[in-house]
């Protein structure tokens, strides 16, 4: 049901550095329309982590960073930590003959080895 | 402080009508730009947004979801109010509302903590 894309899973050793990508189309990412990032820890609601392809809400770590680039849109993680143990999603905003709405990414565990 | 809190029943059967209330504070939906939005997740999936009503009234709905879910506000409890007909096991899931950032087409931020709803006879 969800027409943005992303890995089901990455890991990475604390310390390094783990991107994940986020797929879309013509009528969500390539269309102009923003990205948003959010992390979901385990059990509890979806947090706000990177808005407006790039910019980070206060008090999110430098850590975390967003790009986007035609049809697709990536958040990377640097220095690892065991703590960013989590689900992240991208979201954006789809506009297509069968209507527009907000849609999200099917969503990628992040495993910190 | 912005905070979200969502209320409902726990378990609700096969074609019930599921009606979820969204209590908020820190913020007015009577204030220009202001909305409330809806989103669910199934047990182990992936986030599905449903709906979303602004200061305005303008009321907006997942396309695939359109002809289940009305969206309402009352704006003098801080309330927002989700009924969806016709309930079925896969609407199982976490129904969370949270508020949509002043920008057009931007992100949610914050959200409320969810209520799981359980679809069964």
């Known amino acids: 049901q969800s027409v943005l894309t992303q890995p089901p899973s990455v890991s990475g050793a604390p310390g390094q550095r783990v991107t994940i990508s986020c797929t879309g189309s013509?009528?969500?990412?390539?269309?102009?329309?923003?990205v948003h990032w959010y992390q979901q820890l385990p059990g509890t609601a979806p947090k706000l982590l990177i808005y407006?392809?790039?910019n980070r809400p206060s008090g999110v770590p430098d850590r975390f960073s967003g790009s986007k680039s035609g049809t697709s849109a990536s958040l990377a993680i640097t220095g690892l930590q065991a703590e960013d143990e989590a689900d992240y999603y991208c979201?954006?905003?789809?506009?297509?003959?069968?209507?527009?709405?907000?849609?999200f990414g099917t969503g990628t565990k992040v495993t910190v080895l | 402080q912005i905070t979200l809190k969502e209320s409902g029943p726990t378990l609700v059967k096969p074609t019930q009508t599921l009606t979820l209330t969204c209590t908020f504070s820190?913020?007015?939906?009577?204030?220009?730009?202001?909305?409330v939005g809806w989103i669910r997740q199934p047990p182990g999936k992936a986030l599905e947004w449903l709906a979303l009503?602004?200061?305005?009234?303008?009321?907006r709905y997942s396309p695939s979801l359109k002809s289940r879910l009305t969206i309402t506000k009352d704006t003098s409890k801080n309330q927002v109010v989700l009924t969806m007909t016709n309930m079925d096991p896969v609407d199982t899931a976490t129904y969370y509302c949270?508020?949509?950032?002043?920008?057009?087409?931007?992100?949610?931020?914050?959200w409320g903590q969810g209520t799981l709803v359980t679809v069964s006879s």
């Open positions: 949270a508020r949509p950032q002043q920008l057009a087409q931007g992100g949610f931020d914050p």
């Open positions: 820190g913020f007015s939906l009577s204030t220009s730009g202001v909305g």
């Open positions: 009503i602004y200061w305005d009234d303008d009321k």
């Open positions: 013509s009528s969500n990412i390539g269309a102009g329309y923003d």
């Open positions: 407006g392809n790039s």
């Open positions: 979201q954006s905003y789809d506009s297509s003959l069968s209507g527009s709405g907000y849609v």
